[in-house]
């Protein structure tokens, strides 16, 4: 959950510098690497859902929760 997190913590400053400068071309690179990363863990935070103790699940409603804001706070930032 942790790699997760950290995941998009990195997803949202890459987004934060294409931005800034949406023609750079080299940021086509990256955002490819990104786009394949996103899958894996997406898909390896999924797995997670299920047979969860309570702490288990309390994290992993926090990392959910952490990771929706500042998805959100990107969006936001970006209008």
Not at 11 to 18: I, L, P, Q, S, T
Not at 45 to 67: C, L, T
Request: with cysteine; charged share 30%.
């Amino acid at each position: 959950m942790d790699d997760y997190e950290a995941f998009y913590d990195d997803y949202c400053a890459f987004m934060k510098k294409y931005y800034k400068n949406p023609s750079d071309l080299t940021m086509i690179i990256e955002y490819g690497k990104l786009m394949a990363q996103a899958k894996k863990m997406d898909t390896s935070f999924e797995k997670w859902d299920g047979d969860m103790n309570h702490a288990e699940s309390q994290y992993y409603i926090q990392v959910s929760s952490r990771v929706a804001q500042k998805l959100n706070d990107l969006a936001y930032s970006m209008q």
